[in-house]
């Protein structure tokens, strides 16, 4: 890889380490034994827990395209990258020095790394047709998620140790500051690995500045949407991305629920996930490689049907085995379909207007986090039975698919006569 590509795909190293560590495997009880210990409710902690995650998503979500349309203008991309990451890392490194009884200003805190970590990722997605050819979009984009997940792992095994120790006696500290300490790893990490893509990765393509830029931005916004028609085959594209990607998303943030209910234990789950990490990334090198070969859409059809297969073996579960079986199947193709959709979707988007576009990605990717919890669950109740709530994702991935085949070439994009570069 050229610097400019490496710096980029270290990004991904960089912040996979907030997305497990923060969002998934430690923050999360941290916060819930707080809010115990100050004396609320488990059902009250936990709504203020949904509250906190859905308000932020959705703050994030809604200024996107408006905060990409001003970031296409010249020099601007970068410095919103900045803000947001240096918005995420100041936080979670807040979450290791606010007093674990402060859980009102945790909360608050983890918001804001919500908002970091989210704006962040718009503008580095939207980097890679600055670092990269056409060519080799497949192929960086999927050694990017390949790279997260395996330097996920090493922040995650230094912070879980250090909890496990510390449960266990063994290193002379309390749990809540072994967490304190995970989250320090944390934004240690996420700040000392993003050195690379503020030295080396800058804006290429660009529409030059105008006066009032923000007005501006809220003008090009407009015009996108009013010339809709004229970006049919990504707004196709979106909408199957929309709908596959809520059942991978589904499927990921269900499966500790799923696999409880199968009556596996808190600390088998957990190297289940370490170990899925693991597999997880060098198939999504291969993805980046066969989409090379047989072109990304046919590879993420592959990957499309073969969550599908998971979704039809998940039916039949019924021991620890068959858990063990279906995270490595999902561990196949996880990184593959959504580096492939990055990459995909960055050859579909008008260079110089990549920005605003990769803001219509993020709603789409955040907004696809709700319809398939609300399926699995409404199934696993009316059915009794979880196997048949994963089961019923079959229709996302179907409907996902179908659009997708329907999705015409890339030549009939829409391409600006004026690039600057």
């Not at 993420?300 to 039809?312: K, N, R, T, W």
């Amino acid at each position: 890889m050229t610097k400019q590509e490496n710096s980029w795909v270290f990004y991904d190293w960089a912040n996979s380490a907030y997305s497990i560590l923060i969002t998934t495997a430690v923050f999360p009880l941290y916060f819930k034994a707080a809010a115990t210990e100050a004396g609320l409710a488990a059902t009250t902690s936990t709504a203020y827990w949904g509250y906190a995650n859905s308000f932020a998503t959705l703050l994030i979500s809604i200024c996107a395209p408006v905060l990409g349309s001003i970031a296409d203008f010249k020099g601007f991309k970068k410095r919103f990258f900045t803000f947001f990451f240096a918005l995420g890392v100041i936080f979670t490194l807040m979450l290791a020095v606010v007093p674990s009884n402060q859980w009102l200003i945790l909360l608050i805190c983890y918001m804001l790394t919500v908002i970091g970590f989210g704006g962040t990722n718009i503008f580095y997605d939207a980097f890679l047709v600055d670092v990269t050819t056409e060519e080799r979009m497949n192929r960086i984009s999927s050694n990017g998620f390949a790279m997260g997940y395996i330097g996920s792992t090493i922040p995650f095994i230094l912070g879980i140790a250090l909890i496990i120790l510390a449960q266990q006696q063994i290193l002379p500290i309390s749990v809540s500051i072994a967490s304190q300490l995970a989250f320090a790893i944390t934004a240690l990490w996420w700040g000392l690995f993003t050195i690379p893509m503020l030295k080396n990765v800058n804006q290429i393509y660009y529409k030059e500045r105008v006066p009032h830029p923000i007005t501006n931005g809220f003008k090009q916004l407009f015009e996108t949407v009013k010339k809709i028609k004229l970006y049919r085959s990504l707004f196709l594209f979106l909408l199957a991305y929309f709908f596959y990607i809520d059942g991978v998303n589904t499927i990921i943030t269900m499966s500790t629920a799923y696999g409880s209910d199968l009556g596996i234990d808190s600390t088998s789950l957990l190297i289940i996930l370490f170990v899925t990490q693991v597999v997880a990334a060098p198939f999504a090198f291969l993805y980046g490689r066969l989409a090379d070969k047989f072109q990304a859409k046919r590879m993420l059809l592959v990957g499309i049907f073969i969550y599908i297969a998971i979704c039809m073996y998940a039916y039949f579960l019924k021991t620890v085995l068959d858990f063990w079986i279906l995270a490595m199947l999902v561990a196949s193709s996880q990184g593959g379909i959504q580096a492939l959709s990055r990459s995909y979707f960055a050859k579909l988007v008008p260079k110089e207007n990549a920005n605003e576009f990769f803001g219509f990605y993020s709603i789409f990717y955040k907004f696809a986090a709700i319809l398939g919890p609300f399926l699995v669950g409404f199934m696993a109740q009316m059915t009794g039975n979880t196997n048949n709530g994963v089961f019923s994702l079959i229709v996302l991935f179907l409907i996902g698919a179908v659009i997708l085949i329907r999705v015409p070439k890339a030549t009939d994009i829409p391409q600006s006569s004026s690039i600057s570069r």
